[in-house]
Nanobody
């Protein structure tokens, strides 16, 4: 089985920082794009940032200049450094990865269970 496990969420004051981590484990042959999404209460899940295997990144306009996504291919990890946090960043943050497993099945999209980020004074 494959698991994506997020960590690093919590409560932070406006202007503060948090670093989210996501570890992919299981019978993984290869990892394609990795991403972070978020979902605030009563809102649809939205894409925050993506990083592909060569390190190229893309960000939602709302987080550009404040968030940085990175990955460690050797460890099957993806990170999200979040700086200058705002109350509107409050959401459950989900890790996402496109994986190919060792059993030969096609590439497939996997999700973590989510980690809560709350920005409040």
């Amino acid at each position: 089985q494959v698991q994506l496990v997020e960590s690093g969420g919590g409560l932070v004051q406006p202007g503060g920082s948090l670093r989210l981590s996501c570890a992919a484990s299981g019978s993984i042959f290869s990892i394609g794009a990795m991403a972070w999404y978020r979902q605030a209460p009563d809102k649809e899940r939205e894409l925050v940032a993506t990083v592909i295997s060569d390190g190229s990144t893309n960000y939602a306009d709302s987080v550009k200049g404040r968030f940085t996504i990175s990955r460690d291919n050797a460890k099957n990890m993806v990170y999200l450094q979040m700086n200058s946090l705002k109350p509107e960043d409050t959401a459950v943050y989900y890790c996402n990865a496109v994986l190919k497993l060792t059993d030969g099945r096609p590439w497939y999209n996997y999700w973590g269970q989510g980690t809560q980020v709350t920005v409040s004074s």
